[in-house]
């Protein structure tokens, strides 16, 4: 795989289309779980199509500018803990980025394991360790309230990012060329 800038042109753009596609996810296609201001979230499975293809810094941008322009369009305001969360979940899966090769085609059961170790760091990281802690420094919320909404939120996410993920970076390596795939007849 060739190396490629951190900000390109290409992630660049990439970028502002992901945060407007998780703008639209995680206002319109999330499932609430009676947990309050919890939701089942698949902007996440988008993010980690898009953080495993344009890398960490693109991951981290969209997670931040996606979830504060989903906060602010839903509630008014942002709410930093749960939007800096947001994009360590896409800084941390963006990682995984030299290790895959999904935009070559590539996303067998060994790469399909390794992105899902990845994803579930990253939510166990994000949603149990960064939201709640965050909470608690910037807005001085209760803790059991803290812990509840985390550990729903990590655990929904893990599963939608092991389902919707897997199966999107799958999807998508189905429809790239294999390098030396192709025959000269």
Do not use: C
């Amino acid at each position: 795989m060739n190396e490629k800038k951190i900000l390109s042109i290409k992630t660049i753009v990439a970028i502002g289309i992901g945060a407007a596609v998780f703008l639209v996810l995680g206002r319109f296609a999330a499932i609430p779980t009676g947990v309050p201001n919890t939701e089942i979230q698949t902007a996440y499975a988008f993010l980690a199509l898009m953080a495993v293809l344009y890398g960490p810094v693109a991951g981290a941008a969209i997670g931040f500018i996606g979830h504060t322009l989903k906060d602010v369009t839903a509630y008014g305001m942002p709410w930093f803990s749960w939007i800096i969360a947001s994009a360590v979940v896409g800084l941390i899966m963006g990682l995984a980025w030299k290790k895959l090769h999904v935009s070559e085609g590539v996303f067998g059961k060994k790469e399909m394991i390794t992105f899902n170790i990845y994803q579930i760091i990253a939510n166990l990281i994000a949603w149990g360790l960064v939201a709640p802690t965050l909470d608690i420094v910037i807005y001085a919320e209760p803790l059991d309230k803290l812990y509840l909404q985390g550990s729903v939120a990590g655990i929904s996410n893990i599963i939608t990012v092991g389902v919707l993920g897997t199966a999107l970076l799958y999807a998508y390596a189905k429809t790239r060329t294999k390098k030396g795939s192709l025959d000269k007849e």
